[in-house]
């Protein structure tokens, strides 16, 4: 059974427009929310254990505690650049509730005392955009945005912003670079964002699914959000279930949740006659579990912490046994080399090379030598560069190496694959030239 | 102030400091360890790209980078550790992977931060065996450099230059990943009074600089620091020779003066010091007005006499390109009441482009005054010089012509007022076509250029700053003050100078030009 502490509504239309928000109670826990001194909501957010939804899983509270107490200008971003491959809760949240997502953040803006705010989404997310934008026009419209709202003398503006579909523009000071009109790169940190972000102004970058979630904590309470969930994952979370199940989608369920129940119970299981091989459990960087692992995983940090992978932005992949891993990981390597900027140079020139050792490999040209290559490369990326991706790229190889590396010898040495009996030609590597 | 510990010494440095400027010094002499890096340099600000200059730091469990951590009291900072050099090989063997290893037809071989940083911290075998990315090669990227983007490391140096000081902002990276380029914005070239501090900056043979490919290989060439003689700045430089001559010019770091930096037309200078632009031989105007060859120390002696004759019609033209001890013996030496400072542009002496060029091209226009102040010179008008060799009053004109007479853009019509002296005594390091046209009696005596004698020069703001002699060139040239004393009469022998470079034993195993063109011959023999 899901949770719906935010999707309750989404079934409902007309919950996208104002009118229909507000019959749902919409709004009213932002008129409460001003009533309150911005410290507290800061303090009740804290209390809630709530943790960032994007990836990271780092405590809201504590983040928007790193802001330097002064009167400086600050700006609050909702990172809605939702590029994680197997990710699309961000999505629709913003198409089935976007007043939920102003909410949450004119209360967030709030208190951290922020009077403007971007929403940076996607550029694919053309329809999300558009109705992001028409929500802002009925919320400026009401009062709700502006001068002074709902009488309460603190000012907010907020604007959607469209990104140009580059994954690294999902990083906070990449998107914030992005923001500024500079090319989507991470910045070098320290300073982080939250001393000087955008424009060199105290930044607090959240997750949409973050952002949405203040509302319940300020309309209930830390002690009922943290109700739900594990006492170091609280509240609940969207997951993006996808791969090969019969129901994909998105299911809002409590963090702690079984992974196996995720999969067979709400997932409907997998197709008839096919047995579950391995599950990425948050996202394509983090490390893939086998099937063994996943059936005893429950989709909370700790656990995630302990199998040795993470529970990142909730994206769950699920994979049978009629794929060929080294196919699937040729995949994760393409997409890493097509999405690093370029910046450091281990992960310029490492994510290339991992992908070219897989697809020699995956081409039927591979050498033996090319597996323990491959985890000497990724373990040399790892923690060496600015930003995370490099990371990314590396801990999907070393996992898919680790966990299933008969697959990768028999495709060596009967240059094909043991699932398929096929050879793939390397046409990424060459993609660009 | 912050006290910490680099590789086991106790090191104190100022709050801010990072670890990589405690760690090179200001004198950028690497004290307390040498760290690899690319991307970072001193003159610009950090961007954390390269990933090479790791350090491990007690209770951080990874590798740092030294360039944007700063120093705090009581860190333990070490580089020797096996950790630190694994990652600094690594991270160079990603530098490599793609990178051509063209080094045997690369201008930077030889001066490649590449080849160093591999010797010190390399010497893996490459386990690289899949197809390199092919980028764009040869790109012109102005009229100054040239861009090979494979050699590239992307460690946007030459991009931070541009923005950050030249602020001309033409060039960029495009794209992205291990397909990134650098190159120059829609519309633009990278075309600025400073570009070739690019090529200075690059660590690798990504640009090159069209003055100079492939004209030289860098172990050939010797180098020696001196002043640059182009403006009144008075940048440090770096002159790069061999026994063909000079070949390029280099910024070097004076942090009172030019920073890290030189402008392009300062690179410009060792082309008047090569004997092509040189005066080479004492010439005299016969009456059959055809010049006549002579030994310039003979020349100057002979006229010693001319020099006597003259009394109180001898006057001195002076020019701001010669050293502070050239003027005080030409003083000393040469007494007259008419002296007058050749000036050229004078309307543009305070120009300055806000960096380093400034529109006094001459070096030592300021020790000029001084010394002419000290021996109670009040220069005459230009009109009374005019009017003086007009009426007959100055029958023997010295002129110390200028060195770069090219930013002299008067100087054909102070020549054809020079004519009319009855006497005309021409000195200067540089042939004039001018001067070689004129008629009457006329002597010119060669010169030592700026880098074939010690000296000062005192710069626009008044710092005196003293320079060596680097090489020879013109062998049998006078400098100003032996030219100086020679007129006066007085009985010295000068010696002409000797090259620096020793004459090998066998002449077929000197380095010409002629012979690395037989350079099979040369190879066989083993001697090179």
């Known amino acids: ?433 | 102030m912050a006290k910490c510990t680099i590789n086991g010494k106790e090191v104190e440095v100022k709050d801010g400091t990072t670890i990589i400027q405690a760690m090179s010094g200001e004198k950028q002499d690497w004290q307390h360890g040498k760290v690899a890096h690319y991307c970072w340099h001193p003159g610009l600000s950090v961007a954390g790209v390269c990933r090479l200059c790791m350090v491990e730091i007690e209770g951080n469990p990874r590798v740092q980078i030294a360039c944007n951590t700063v120093v705090t009291e009581g860190m333990k900072i070490n580089n020797t550790s096996e950790k630190v050099k694994d990652a600094a090989k690594w991270g160079l063997d990603f530098h490599l992977i793609n990178h051509p290893l063209d080094c045997p037809i690369c201008d930077q071989a030889g001066e490649c931060g590449l080849q160093d940083q591999y010797m010190e911290f390399g010497k893996y075998t490459p386990e690289m065996s899949e197809k390199k990315v092919k980028k764009h090669k040869v790109v012109d990227l102005g009229p100054t450099v040239v861009l090979d983007s494979e050699r590239c490391i992307l460690c946007s140096r030459c991009v931070r230059f541009t923005e950050e000081v030249s602020k001309t902002n033409e060039l960029g990276i495009f794209n992205r990943g291990d397909h990134s380029e650098i190159g120059t914005h829609a519309g633009m070239e990278l075309n600025n009074k400073y570009s070739l501090n690019t090529v200075d900056i690059c660590p690798v043979g990504a640009l090159t600089s069209k003055d100079f490919r492939f004209k030289q290989r860098v172990w050939y060439l010797k180098d020696a620091e001196t002043v640059c003689n182009g403006c009144s700045t008075g940048c440090n430089v770096k002159v790069y020779f061999n026994k063909e001559g000079m070949f390029r010019v280099k910024p070097v770091f004076n942090k009172d003066v030019n920073s890290y930096w030189m402008c392009d037309d300062g690179r410009d200078i060792y082309k008047f010091v090569n004997k092509e632009s040189r005066l080479l031989k004492a010439k005299k105007k016969t009456t059959g007005g055809n010049w006549e060859e002579m030994f310039p120390g003979a020349a100057a002696k002979e006229l010693s006499s001319t020099v006597k004759a003259a009394g109180d019609g001898l006057a001195l033209v002076v020019t701001g390109q010669y050293t502070n001890e050239e003027y005080e013996a030409l003083f000393t030496n040469l007494k007259t009441k008419k002296v007058f400072h050749w000036v050229n542009s004078p309307e543009k002496h305070n120009d300055f482009d806000g960096l380093l060029i400034r529109g006094d091209k001459n070096p030592n226009t300021k020790g000029l005054q001084a010394v002419m102040q000290k021996h109670g010179i009040t220069p005459g008008n230009w009109a009374d010089l005019v009017a003086g060799l007009q009426s007959g009053n100055i029958k023997t004109l010295i002129v110390a012509a200028p060195e770069i007479a090219a930013v002299y853009p008067d100087i054909k019509h102070r020549v054809s007022e020079f004519e009319k002296a009855h006497n005309l005594v021409w000195l200067s390091s540089t042939k004039s076509v001018e001067v070689d046209l004129l008629t009457g009696n006329i002597w010119q005596i060669p010169m030592k250029s700026f880098v074939e004698k010690d000296g000062t020069f005192v710069n626009h703001g008044g710092l005196a700053q003293k320079f060596k002699k680097a090489t020879t060139v013109v062998s049998e040239a006078l400098n100003l003050g032996e030219a100086a004393l020679l007129m006066s009469g007085a009985q010295i022998m000068v010696k002409p100078e000797t090259s620096p470079f020793v004459e090998t034993a066998r002449p077929a195993d000197r380095v010409t030009l002629e012979n690395r063109k037989k350079n099979e011959f040369v190879f066989k023999r083993g001697t090179l």
């Open chain 1, 1 to 433: 059974m899901e949770t719906k502490l935010l999707s309750e509504f989404y079934h409902i239309d007309e919950y996208r427009g104002l009118a229909g928000y507000k019959a749902k109670g919409g709004y009213d826990v932002l008129a409460k929310a001003l009533k309150m001194a911005p410290q507290a909501i800061i303090d009740e957010v804290k209390a809630s254990g709530l943790r960032g939804r994007g990836g990271a899983g780092f405590s809201t509270g504590t983040k928007w505690s790193f802001l330097p107490k002064n009167n400086e200008p600050r700006y609050l971003l909702c990172n809605a650049d939702e590029g994680e491959p197997g990710t699309f809760k961000d999505r629709m949240m913003m198409e089935r509730a976007p007043h939920q997502l102003i909410e949450g953040m004119i209360i967030s803006a709030f208190a951290i005392g922020s009077k403007k705010s971007y929403i940076y989404v996607r550029g694919e997310y053309f329809y999300a955009i558009g109705v992001l934008r028409k929500a802002l026009e009925e919320a400026y419209a009401a009062g709700l945005l502006g001068k002074n709202i709902l009488g309460s003398g603190f000012d907010h503006d907020m604007d959607v912003y469209s990104g140009a579909g580059a994954y690294i523009c999902g990083e906070e000071t990449g998107m914030i670079s992005s923001l500024e009109g500079l090319k989507g790169q991470p910045k070098l940190k320290p300073p982080f964002p939250a001393v000087q972000g955008y424009l060199r102004k105290p930044t607090i970058v959240n997750n949409v699914e973050t952002l949405a979630a203040v509302i319940p904590i300020i309309r209930d309470g830390a002690a009922a959000y943290k109700k739900f969930g594990t006492e170091k994952s609280t509240g609940t979370k969207f997951f993006s279930l996808s791969g090969n199940v019969n129901k994909p989608g998105n299911y809002e369920v409590p963090l702690g949740y079984s992974l196996k129940d995720m999969i067979f119970k709400l997932g409907g299981g997998l197709k008839p006659g096919r047995k579950l091989k391995a599950v990425i459990p948050g996202g394509s960087s983090a490390p893939v579990l086998t099937a063994e692992e996943a059936e005893r995983a429950t989709l909370d940090y700790e656990c995630m912490a302990q199998m040795g992978t993470m529970l990142g932005s909730g994206a769950i992949i699920v994979i049978d046994d009629a794929n060929c891993m080294v196919d699937c990981l040729g995949n994760l390597t393409h997409f890493y080399h097509h999405e690093s900027c370029g910046q450091c140079t281990p992960c310029r020139e490492g994510t290339g090379w991992l992908d070219k050792i897989v697809h020699s490999i995956l081409s039927g040209k591979g050498r033996l030598a090319d597996i323990d290559l491959l985890v000497k490369v990724a373990d040399n990326m790892k923690g060496r560069t600015i930003c995370a991706l490099s990371d990314a790229a590396a801990l999907p190889v070393l996992s898919f190496v680790q966990k299933f590396r008969p697959e990768f010898e028999y495709f060596v040495r009967e240059g094909r694959s043991q699932v398929t009996g096929k050879t793939k030609e390397a046409v990424h590597g060459e993609m660009h030239h």
